[in-house]
């Protein structure tokens, strides 16, 4: 069974920029949430989505928005780069919201210049 | 709100040893989740194991168990007969009520020596 996948892997942009990263979760997995790492925040919850709708938001400000399509896939955008968006994005999937074990992916490493 | 407090910034332990990693919690749910997982330098979270709120008994995965002191708020992970493989961040997380978010602490960097 394929495992969590991201892409990219890797990403540079400049400031003002706008970026979409991709989630495919594992076949099967409704739900799909995704968090940011940073050195000094550490892993931040950013939002969750189950059946297409989103069912839970961090604390992040409006350039960053998500969707999730009907199968399941999901993607996460942020405007308006700024440098402190550089970060590790993780996907996270599960069979549906609340399950217990959250199955992450590779993340995606972006890089603000 | 849920908090996660790992204190141990680094931890070292010798090839075959156990070692114990540190984790207190704090949420007002009755009902909650809480998980450890592992990251390597490749970046991606490897779940390890899991204890739900109501168990009556520690979490065990293979060399991994989650020693639960419900009354303490602590979820300490005991990895036994540690190997070279084992080094890497981890981190205890949690989730609560109604709120399926996992919540993080800062993590710890275990280094396995030789």
């Known amino acids: 069974k394929a495992g969590v996948t991201q892409t990219p892997r890797y990403l540079i942009k400049t400031r003002g920029q706008q970026v979409t990263l991709s989630c495919s979760p594992i076949?099967?997995?409704?739900?799909v949430s995704w968090y940011q790492q940073t050195p000094g925040q550490g892993l931040q919850f950013l939002f969750e989505?189950?059946?297409?709708?989103?069912?839970n938001k961090g604390n992040f400000p409006g350039r960053f928005s998500g969707r999730q399509f009907s199968n399941s896939r999901s993607e996460m955008n942020v405007s308006t780069l700024e440098l402190g968006d550089s970060a590790l994005y993780l996907c996270?999937?599960?069979?549906?919201?609340?399950?217990?074990?959250?199955?992450f992916g590779p993340g995606t490493r972006l890089t603000v210049l | 709100a849920q908090k996660i407090t790992q204190t141990q910034p680094g931890m070292f332990v010798q090839e075959k040893e156990a070692v114990t990693l540190d984790c207190t919690y704090d949420?007002?749910?009755?009902?909650?989740?809480l998980f450890w997982y592992k990251q390597p330098s490749s970046g991606e979270m490897i779940f390890l194991i899991y204890?739900?709120?109501?168990?009556?008994q520690n979490a065990t995965e293979g060399r991994y168990s989650l020693n639960f002191q419900k009354a303490r708020k602590s979820a300490n992970l005991v990895i036994s007969a540690s190997q070279l493989g084992d080094s890497a961040m981890y981190f205890c997380?949690?989730?609560?009520?109604?709120?399926?978010?996992?919540?993080f602490g800062k993590g710890t960097l275990l280094t396995v020596n030789p």
């Open positions: 996270a999937s599960s069979f549906r919201t609340g399950y217990n074990e959250q199955f």
């Open positions: 076949s099967g997995h409704r739900s």
């Open positions: 989505y189950f059946s297409e709708t989103q069912r």
């Open positions: 949420t007002s749910d009755p009902s909650y989740g």
């Open positions: 204890q739900g709120s109501y168990d009556q």
């Open positions: 997380a949690m989730t609560g009520g109604s709120n399926y978010k996992l919540t």
